[in-house]
């Protein structure tokens, strides 16, 4: 423990995965399976919580200017017209400020140069949104098999090249990797201060601020992953399994059924953003235990592949129905035009068995 404790360079150190990190993986490779039942017994008796986990203050490296140091940026420069700043006084909210790890933040946000306008600044300005975060889905799905309709979303429009889908051992972080851009950790404390605080920046809260109604769906249980608390903090009217939506009790349910039962619920609507999660593609990826795969089993049958990656193809059908259902929807109300759908995937396929995706 001596030398553990010691070794706390670098963004991965020993004392912080045996301290803070909470990852099984880590834990096992680095210490032992004794010692990780061990750290796991005691989370699991004790809990863990960010505070209790995080660096004590001293530790961190501190990436700003201390605000007794003058700023070089003259704000004069800069206006709203031509940047993109916030409405925000970061000198009155650092004189009365007391707590020293805000104050920092205050003084560090507050010399941020602030990024250019350009010729894409408003484009989409007053239009509807519809994010769509498709389990398991990954770009070569879309243009290796029969997804036509996802195919021609995914390729028609704006493509994000640079948008890659993790490869997390973990379940969907859509609050994290999605809302907030930044990585997940492999346990689900990182979704904490997401429950418990207000974030004011995330689209369903920004969204709302300009009078849209914003609203997020997904067709599993309501209170799975605390989303029940986590998404009304991000500014959205929640409705999933159990709390406005009845689907059948199939696993994993049907993405289509989920998609011609919300589209009623917001498309009349003076203006919409909409955040979907999709679970139709989940796994396991096997003939009988996805119901999904079983339903379009014989429009991959035929395919000169193992039963995993059959399975997975199958059960991916689904969303390709849910989303034709999702833009004759939009078109038979007239608000296709007006609305901007966001495909995006949530993590890799998970493998189930060897022969799996």
């Not at 017994?41 to 200017?65: C, M, N, W």
């Not at 970061?90 to 507050?110: G, K, V």
């Not at 759908?341 to 890799?348: A, F, K, Q, R």
Request: a negative charge; proline letters at 5%; aromatic letters at 12%.
């Amino acid at each position: 423990m001596g030398i553990v404790m010691c070794c706390g360079g670098g963004s991965m150190s020993l004392r912080f995965i045996y301290l803070q990190a909470a990852v099984p993986e880590l834990e096992v490779q680095n210490f032992g399976m004794l010692t990780q039942n061990q750290l796991e017994l005691r989370r699991v008796l004790f809990g863990i919580t960010p505070e209790d986990q995080s660096l004590r203050k001293g530790q961190a490296l501190h990436l700003y200017r201390p605000a007794s140091e003058p700023v070089e940026v003259e704000s004069a420069e800069y206006s709203s017209a031509d940047y993109h700043i916030l409405d925000i006084d970061f000198d009155r909210l650092i004189a009365e400020e007391t707590d020293e790890d805000l104050l920092q933040m205050h003084t560090y946000f507050s010399q941020q140069v602030p990024t250019a306008k350009n010729e894409w600044t408003g484009y989409f300005q007053g239009k509807n949104l519809i994010w769509i975060v498709a389990e398991g889905s990954v770009p070569w799905l879309w243009t290796r098999s029969a997804l036509l309709c996802s195919d021609e979303m995914a390729h028609s429009g704006f493509v994000f090249d640079h948008f890659y889908t993790p490869l997390w051992g973990c379940p969907p972080r859509m609050g994290v990797h999605h809302h907030h851009g930044a990585h997940p950790k492999v346990r689900g404390v990182e979704l904490l201060p997401v429950r418990r605080k207000l974030h004011a920046l995330r689209f369903g809260n920004q969204f709302s601020q300009l009078g849209y109604r914003t609203m997020a769906f997904h067709d599993y249980l309501y209170t799975y992953y605390d989303r029940d608390k986590s998404f009304p903090n991000m500014g959205y009217e929640y409705y999933a399994l159990g709390h406005g939506l009845e689907l059948e009790e199939i696993w994993p349910p049907s993405d289509l059924e989920m998609m011609e039962e919300i589209v009623p619920m917001f498309v009349d609507e003076e203006q919409f953003m909409v955040y979907c999660l999709t679970v139709s593609g989940h796994l396991n990826y096997t003939y009988e235990e996805n119901a999904m795969s079983r339903r379009h089993w014989d429009e991959v049958a035929g395919l000169p592949y193992s039963e995993g990656p059959k399975a997975y193809l199958a059960c991916q059908m689904e969303l390709e129905l849910a989303m034709e259902s999702l833009l004759t929807q939009l078109e038979e109300a007239g608000r296709l035009d007006d609305t901007v759908i966001v495909l995006s995937g949530d993590h890799y396929p998970v493998r189930t068995d060897r022969r799996g995706v």
